[in-house]
């Protein structure tokens, strides 16, 4: 059975970091693209991120470019979303997402077959 499990989330001050995880278990993650979502209360689910089964290709989103680095170490099969200088507007639950259809790409569109629970983000002083 596939499972992506998130981990890292937690409460931050503005200016502050965290490091999410994205971890797979039942599968091999080196075929798959992984994509960073986060949905806060009352708006629609964005993409964050996204890296390619190979990590050559990343995609980011505006809002988080510069601040947030997204890496993958298919030795631990595991993602991350190393997430710097922290606003309040980023409080939001963060899911990962993972399918193999996308070759050396990937999408920040949520069109994934796979995805994890979610961990919240929260910055606040």
């Known amino acids: 059975q596939l499972q992506l499990v998130e981990s890292g989330g937690g409460l931050v001050q503005p200016g502050g970091s965290l490091r999410l995880s994205c971890a797979a278990s039942?599968?091999?993650?080196?075929?798959?693209?992984i994509g960073w979502f986060r949905q806060a209360p009352g708006k629609e689910r964005e993409g964050v991120s996204c890296?390619?089964?190979?990590?050559?290709?990343?995609n980011y989103a505006d809002s988080v470019k510069g601040r947030f680095t997204i890496s993958r170490d298919n030795a631990k099969n595991t993602v991350y979303l190393q997430m710097n200088s922290l606003k309040p507007e980023d409080t939001a639950v963060y899911y990962c997402?993972?399918?193999?259809?996308?070759?050396?790409?990937?999408?920040?569109?949520?069109?994934?077959?796979?995805w994890g629970q979610g961990t919240q983000v929260t910055v606040s002083s």
């Open positions: 997402a993972a399918d193999n259809r996308y070759g050396d790409t990937c999408t920040r569109f949520p069109f994934y077959d796979d």
């Open positions: 039942g599968f091999t993650l080196d075929y798959y693209a």
């Open positions: 890296i390619s089964a190979n990590g050559d290709s990343t």
